[in-house]
């Protein structure tokens, strides 16, 4: 079992940057891939970024690559999420997942564990 906490969402001006960041309880964070995914008012929800369990591997979604970045400290059990030059269309609730799996995936299927969600607004 895997609880997952974010925090670090809020309102920023176009352009701005905001650090999200995920919490975890449970024995088996080290070995889980983690990810970020956003939905939006209206929309489903969708891949965003994620890692293995050892932080090496990273996979993002086309629309964030060379703006986000997501890294993870095993030894805090904490994961984030670094949103640089943000866009109105970043806004979103952002969700973090811990799968049962090391090896990460951008499909929402192998994730198990999901937060409550943390709200990203950004005003153009």
């Known amino acids: 079992q895997v609880q997952l906490v974010e925090s670090g969402g809020g309102l920023v001006q176009a352009g701005g940057s905001l650090r999200l960041s995920c919490a975890a309880s449970?024995?088996?964070?080290?070995?889980?891939?983690m990810g970020w995914f956003r939905q939006a008012p209206g929309k489903e929800r969708e891949f965003v970024a994620t890692?293995?369990?050892?932080?090496?591997?990273?996979r993002y979604a086309d629309s964030v690559k060379g703006r986000f970045t997501m890294s993870r400290d095993n030894a805090k059990k904490t994961v984030y999420l670094q949103m640089n030059s943000l866009k109105s269309e970043d806004t979103a609730v952002y969700y973090c997942?811990?799968?049962?799996?090391?090896?990460?995936?951008?499909?929402?299927?192998?994730?198990?564990?999901w937060g409550q969600g943390t709200q990203v607004t950004v005003s153009s």
């Open positions: 997942a811990a799968a049962e799996t090391r090896v990460l995936s951008v499909s929402l299927s192998p994730y198990a564990y």
């Open positions: 449970g024995r088996t964070f080290s070995t889980s891939a």
């Open positions: 890692v293995d369990w050892s932080g090496g591997i990273k």
